[in-house]
């Protein structure tokens, strides 16, 4: 089983839809959870971190963490065509330096 | 502030060949990491070093990998004999010591094929 689980899509929305986007992980003593994007042919970049169970919000991203249910997601509002890219989950463990990847959900963002 | 520094950005090389990738990690940052992407694999960790000493190399797929830090600023990861099925995206990342909510930030990646 691998330790972070999303489907890859792809996942194709309207532009100025809502994009959700899913994450599960197995390894219950996970920490930070994080949601990185990688446009096709460059590095992931970071889009945000959640650790508190609940919904964290920066700007029309939101991120959303359930560690009973072991779900992480992320909210994309007001989707542009800019948005499309593959959205990688990450988690990391108890000692918060290794860090453990999704393959990543394609999100098309159509105009 | 420069991010992490990776070269070469892409190679090409033949069935058998040595290849050679450097990463210069964020200054300052405890921790390098060593990452393969593939689309059937997804992004994969093949290594990390804490204070360039390698913590957990259980990723490396096998005796032809090898991975040094020499110093806080410069790491190798090598493959010898290279085979086809190891083109892939290698990416590089660099964090520093913390707790939650510390986070990883990638180098551009470089992008092998072997032939």
């Known amino acids: 089983q691998k330790e972070v689980e999303q489907n890859s899509g792809p996942l194709s929305v309207p532009e100025g839809a809502i994009a959700s986007l899913n994450c599960t992980y197995s390894d219950r003593g996970s920490q930070s959870f994080f949601w990185y994007r990688q446009y096709s042919g460059k590095s992931p970049e970071l889009i945000m971190f959640?650790?508190?169970?609940g919904d964290k919000e920066d700007g029309r991203f939101t991120a959303q963490l359930n560690k009973a249910s072991q779900y992480v997601s992320l909210l994309i509002r007001d989707s542009q065509p800019s948005d499309s890219a593959t959205y990688l989950c990450?988690?990391?463990?108890?000692?918060?330096?290794?860090?453990?990847f999704g393959s990543g959900t394609k999100l098309n963002v159509k105009p | 502030d420069a991010g992490v520094i990776q070269s070469p950005r892409h190679e090409v090389t033949e069935m058998g060949q040595e290849v050679t990738l450097r990463c210069k990690p964020i200054s300052g940052h405890d921790y390098l990491f060593w990452y393969r992407q593939t689309m059937m694999r997804g992004l994969e960790l093949l290594i990390y070093?804490?204070?360039?000493?390698?913590?957990?190399d259980s990723g490396m797929p096998e005796d032809r990998f090898s991975a040094k830090m020499p110093n806080a600023s410069f790491s190798t990861l090598k493959i010898q004999p290279s085979e086809p099925r190891d083109s892939a995206v290698y990416f590089c990342?660099?964090?520093?010591?913390?707790?939650?909510?510390?986070?990883?930030?990638f180098g551009e990646g470089s992008w092998l094929t072997v032939v």
């Open positions: 990342a660099s964090s520093s010591a913390g707790g939650i909510g510390n986070t990883i930030y």
């Open positions: 070093f804490n204070n360039n000493v390698p913590i957990d």
């Open positions: 959640i650790y508190s169970n």
């Open positions: 990450a988690v990391n463990g108890n000692n918060f330096n290794k860090f453990y």
